[in-house]
């Protein structure tokens, strides 16, 4: 005969405490999910009605979608925001040729993306990497862009400050802690400060051993493919020539601090571009979306009520 436990308060809590999955990270005002594009996984955020007018936000090179919380947020009441972690970042399907990471390639991934979502011509953000995505896009596909704001890249990159990228993402094989990570991207961005270490969750995975690795293998690629001396021009090459060919607006955006795009550059494709504007962003380097999120968030979001009202 069976007997009656009597459990406690305390006991159920604990007890229910563990059961499920862990929660997901879903970003704050939006949400997160998961889609298969052939047979690659890609992993979204998003924010905002389905009806509203498209935004595409493309993250930079080991980065992922969740640099964009700032802006989803504050767009999601009125704009459809859809931000993807690209190829071989954060919860999508990693890359493993290194052939494969070029702008031609990385950009055919982005149709497919639409096509998903039933999207119209979207305006995109684009920062560093995805924003040469977003230049590549609309000058192959013109009727899927309507407008683009471009974070601190242009059709000219400094191959100093590019360098310096490559060497960071390569630099740490993994991390003991989420503490030393944090060490590590304070030590490559000081302008920022510290970052929480909890934070760093998004972009860093721990493996059986306990150790952190990033959500990316750009360092193992770009070493293979590229080497970091043609990292620079390889990136960009033959975009200059497409530029003429891109008729919508596009804002460029350039951190006041940055080593990657010179004050020069970000004039020089201003003036390649048809209809183009230059403005900089004050306290913030290369990652001006996350040195200074938010002048580059009340910069954007003029930008698109300007050029795509709600």
Known sequence: MGQNVRVSETDAAVRFAHV????????????????????????????????????IALHGGGQTSYMFEELGSTLHGSYHVIA???????E???????????????TATIPPLLDAFGAAPASFVGAS????????????????VHAIALIDVGHKLEADGVRRIVEFLSKHESFGSLEDAADAVAEYAPQRGRVDPTRLRRNLRQREDGRWVWKHNLGRLTAERLGQEDWESSIVDGLDEELARIAVPVLVLRGAASDV??????????????????????????????????????LITSFLHEVMPA
């Not at 939006?30 to 007018?53: C, D, K, N």
């Not at 990497?129 to 899927?144: H, Q, Y």
């Open 129 to 144: 990497l995805g924003g040469i995505l977003s230049l590549t896009l609309a000058a192959a596909d013109p009727e899927r």
């Open 261 to 298: 795009l010179s004050s020069d550059g970000a004039a020089e494709i201003a003036a390649k571009l048809p209809d183009a504007r230059v403005v900089e962003v004050s306290n913030a380097g290369h990652l001006a979306a996350g040195d200074n999120p938010g002048t580059t968030v009340d």
């Open 20 to 55: 499920g999955p862990d929660p997901h990270d879903v970003p704050r005002d939006g949400r997160s999910g998961f889609l298969m594009i052939g047979t690659h996984q890609v992993h979204y955020l998003e924010w905002g009605p389905s009806a509203a007018p498209l935004v």
């Open 92 to 106: 999508s399907t990693p890359l493993e040729d290194p052939m494969t990471f070029t702008r031609e390639a990385l």
């Open 84 to 90: 993807p972690d690209l190829p071989g970042h954060g």
